[in-house]
Structure formats: C-alpha cells, structure tokens
C-alpha cells in the first residue's frame, strides 16, 4: 500500500489525488455527492478546490469539482486565480461506469469510486479504448498527464495520510 504524508499544519485534504507515471500531482479531486443547491454553495465548492491547488503543492496543474450534475475542470491562471477549462454532465461519464448512475441515490463514497474508475480508465483503458470525455481532456491538456497514472483517496486515519 503506497502512503503520502502531507507535511501542512493546515491539512487540506482533497478526495482524490491523482498522479502522473512520474508520482508528480498533476489533478486534485472534490467530491460533492450532492448537488450544489445555491451559487453559494458552488462557491464555496470552489474557493476549497482552488486553496487546495494553492497550497498543497506549488504547480499542480488541475483540479476537480464533482457534483450530481457536473464534473469541473480547473486551473489556476497567472494571478493564482480559478478558471473553469470544461465542464461535463456527471451523468453521461459516469453512466459507462454504472448504468443505473441516474436512477439511484448515490453517496460520496460511491461517487469517489466511480471518478476513480473513470480516472482509471482515462489512465490505462480498462473499460474503453476511448473513454467517455477523452477528446475533451486532450483538449485541454490533462489526458496525457493521466496516462500511466495513479488515484490516491484520501481516509482519515488521525494522521495525515493518503491511500
């Protein structure tokens, strides 16, 4: 079992942290099994993601925000600011993973699993030679830092560590 011990008083602490086959973070996942009721909460969402990005490890190039409906893509820019690079409908990547996704209640830790697995399948083509959203990825740029990559979750076990 591979562990990363994040040496920050602060504890940030995203859902998933992906790396690239070089064990550099390249993407920090939130996940929000829930859908974002009010702007606020969006923002908010938001804001977690971007002090994440900010202060986990300088030069990550992405982050992500899950939710029901979406699944965000973003960057900081120069002025260390948030941009939103894409947004997907969760329901169209996630139902490859699970057919029934839109029809049942679906809680953090499933939809963790289900990203992981969609992650994965972006990595290593376990599912799909072309998985759901892959042009859009390379677009952007984030589809080959993904490949030969690896998913961390994040469990908390009184110390700061990621498995």
Known sequence: MQVINFQSPQKYRPDIMFTNKDEEIILLVEVKAQKSE????????IYQLKTYLQNIKPDIPFGMLVDLEEINIFALNNDQEIENLISLRTNDILSNYDPEFPHKRIFDFYLETLIKSWLRDLSYHWNSDTPPAYNELAKIGLLPLLEGGHTYIQENLGADTLH
């Open 38 to 45: 009010t702007e606020l909460n969006r923002q908010s969402a």
